[in-house]
């Protein structure tokens, strides 16, 4: 099976704009989780999607939003972007049973660079 | 509320030397423990979990409720080795990791 792929890879925004960020998850998963990488900070959980819905929500202003498609696929959502949101942000995906249904599979992350 | 420490941020051993790598968690009912490693340009990937009590490259951690530690141990570290390594803990779903620092291993030649 193809891992989770994040696209962009990279990205370069300016203090106020938006940005959108995509993964797409391992055929058959249908959990998303979305995670912020920072060296000051490290890994945070940003939050979960599950057939469409938020099923976990971590401590992030409401700048940070997310949604998921009938496919799966994810999309996370930044506003009016500040300098501290430059991070690496890492998209996992999760089988809900069987054998490593507990087990996060992460992409490559998109690195996102606030100016 | 649950958190995981990782007491070490860097960690450097000999080739054949014993490594441990330590982690301590707090959490309010039963957690799901994991330990994630992250090679040089690689993604963060699954090392071991202690659900499924395996050893995983040689390396072996387990569960110690009374001390709530999960330290990850290899007798005899390899070059290979050399990575960052974050513990983790989420509830029984799996969902909503909570991670450490991270410590990142060095194995001399």
């Known amino acids: 099976k193809a891992g989770v792929t994040q696209t962009p890879r990279y990205l370069i925004k300016t203090r106020g704009q938006q940005v959108t960020l995509s993964c797409s998850p391992i055929?058959?998963?249908?959990?998303v989780s979305w995670y912020q990488q920072t060296p000051g900070q490290g890994l945070q959980f940003l939050f979960e999607?599950?057939?469409?819905?938020?099923?976990n929500k971590g401590n992030f202003p409401g700048r940070f939003s997310g949604r998921q498609f009938s496919n799966s696929r994810s999309e996370m959502n930044v506003s009016t972007l500040e300098l501290g949101d430059s991070a690496l942000y890492l998209c996992?995906?999760?089988?809900?049973?069987?054998?490593?249904?507990?087990?996060?599979?992460f992409g490559p992350g998109t690195r996102l660079t606030v100016l | 509320a649950q958190r995981v420490t990782q007491p070490e941020k860097l960690l450097s051993v000999f080739k054949g030397a014993p490594v441990e790598l330590k982690c301590n968690y707090s959490y309010s009912g039963s957690p799901e423990l994991f330990w994630y490693v992250q090679y040089s340009r690689q993604r963060l990937q699954l090392l071991l979990r202690h659900i499924s009590r395996e050893s995983i490259k040689g390396f072996t951690a387990d569960l110690n409720k009374g001390e709530t530690s999960f330290h990850l141990k290899k007798p005899f570290a390899q070059e290979e080795d050399s990575a960052m390594y974050y513990c983790?803990?989420?509830?029984?779903?799996?969902?909503?990791?909570?991670f450490g620092e991270g410590t990142q291993l060095t194995v001399n030649p």
């Open positions: 996992a995906s999760k089988a809900q049973a069987g054998i490593n249904s507990d087990t996060q599979y």
């Open positions: 983790a803990l989420s509830g029984p779903s799996g969902s909503r990791l909570t």
């Open positions: 055929s058959g998963h249908r959990s």
């Open positions: 999607y599950f057939s469409e819905t938020q099923r």
